[in-house]
């Protein structure tokens, strides 16, 4: 099956500094990416939806300027947390669809874990 | 897209069947029922999905009711590797988002 791949899958970094997390699809173009944060406990959230050389559209709440994303590529999707601070710390997941085919199934990252101290 | 209503959790024994039902009253004629897990720590991963008819694949069965209105996930020999949180959720437009509820946590004793 398709694979997308996180990196880095952990990071720990200081409370004002800035993390940036890569999520790639190995073996297809996604024209599409989606980025996901998941709370201890609690289930996926959906973030923004990143779209291949357009800005990304973010969900209700979510802060654009906080949170930026970068879709460069057909097989790169980026999520920048800029001034992170520790309720940043969480899950962070990317997914992505196969353009083509039945595009019924994504394809989901193995997750970046963000703390922030 | 439409809410599902799941169990917070379930028990299961290893090698036994395992019914996860999952309510949508609400669905839509064009909703398609799809089933993801998500083991502890991983990515969520695709389970199965279906939209009017029962479905077969080689990780599980999706029976659908005939109105619709709730389906249920069976796994036919539930392994320790099954036990995670498995989402149920309806989605009418291929390549968009899903949208996770809080799922059913499923535990699998030896």
């Not at chain 1, 720990?12 to 944060?37: H, N, P």
């Not at chain 2, 020999?77 to 946590?105: E, H, M, P, S, W």
Request: hydrophobic letters at 30%; aromatic letters at 8%; charged letters at 15%.
């Amino acid at each position: 099956g398709a694979v997308v791949s996180q990196h880095p899958s952990w990071v720990i970094c200081k409370s004002g500094t800035s993390v940036k997390i890569e999520c790639r699809s190995l073996d297809f173009q996604a024209t599409t990416m989606f980025w996901y944060r998941q709370f201890p406990k609690q289930s996926l959230m959906l973030m923004a939806t990143s779209n291949e050389g357009s800005k990304a559209t973010y969900e209700q709440g979510v802060e654009k300027d906080k949170f930026l994303i970068n879709h460069a590529s057909l097989t790169l999707s980026t999520l920048t947390v800029t001034s992170a601070h520790p309720e940043d710390s969480s899950f962070y997941i990317c997914s992505a669809t196969r353009p083509g085919g039945s595009s019924y199934e994504q394809y989901f990252g193995p997750g970046t874990r963000l703390t922030v101290t | 897209d439409a809410k599902t209503t799941q169990p917070n959790s379930m028990e299961s024994n290893e090698e036994e069947p395992v019914h996860l039902p999952c309510n949508h009253s609400t669905i839509s004629g064009t909703d398609y029922i799809h089933w993801y897990r998500q083991l502890p720590s991983q990515g969520p991963e695709y389970v199965i999905h279906g939209l009017t008819s029962n479905v077969n694949n080689r990780m599980a069965s999706l029976a659908i009711a005939e109105d619709r209105k709730s389906s249920t996930l069976i796994l036919h020999r539930a392994t320790l590797r099954d036990a995670a949180v498995y989402y149920c959720i309806l989605r009418n437009q291929a390549g968009t988002a899903l949208i996770f509820g809080k799922g059913t946590t499923l535990s699998v004793s030896s």
